[in-house]
Each structure stands twice: as C-alpha cells, then as structure tokens.
C-alpha cells in the first residue's frame, strides 16, 4: 500500500505563553523549583521558562529553559517581584501553564 501526498496528518502543534509576576514568597529556588520542575513533568506539552528582556522595545523573551529542570530554573535565579514568561508547546499546554501559574504566582491569602 502507497501514500499519496494527501496522506500524511499534518498536526499544528499549539504554542501558548503567559507572563506572570512571581509572587511566592520563595521565588523559585528549592522547594518551589523542584514542584515546578515536577508539576511541569505531569503534561505532554514542552514547557520552557524565561526571564523577558530588559529592553522595553523588544516583546521576546530572554533565553529559554526547561521546566521540567530544577536546575535549569534555579540558573535563571528567579526571586519574588520578577516577571517571567511560560511558554507551552503541546496539546495540554493551557492546562500546564495553569498548573504552573499556581506554583509561581499563589493567589494572596
């Protein structure tokens, strides 16, 4: 049996990016990171993590790491007050960075 050109499944894979401001208290050093890292490893989606650029003129994020790394993301040495940029790649990419987003910035209680 021969595919014709027609054949093939052409997939879009979905990008999704949210910028948030980390309010725990503990940034993401340790603890944090390592459930981050972990919470990151549950989802399909490619999840990466950065620190936006300085310039005001420029929207593109600085460099990327991955989430699922708790090393990677203590090398960004995120604190309380920084804003960060998640970016999902992947069918559950949304529901990932929903699940992040509760990690980094927990609502005030």
Request: aromatic share 2%; proline share 6%.
């Amino acid at each position: 049996m021969t595919h014709g050109p027609h054949d093939t499944k052409e997939q879009t894979i979905r990008t999704v990016e949210r910028r948030l401001v980390v309010t725990e208290k503990a940034g993401l050093h340790a603890r944090p990171a390592a459930l981050f890292a972990q919470t990151a490893a549950r989802y399909q989606a490619e999840i990466t993590v950065a620190r936006p650029r300085s310039s005001e003129a420029s929207a593109v994020p600085g460099p990327e790491v991955s989430a699922r790394s708790m090393l990677s993301l203590m090398t960004l040495n995120i604190r309380y007050g920084d804003e960060i940029v998640l970016t999902a790649r992947g069918e559950d990419g949304t529901e990932a960075l929903d699940a992040l987003a509760v990690i980094a910035a927990p609502d005030p209680s």
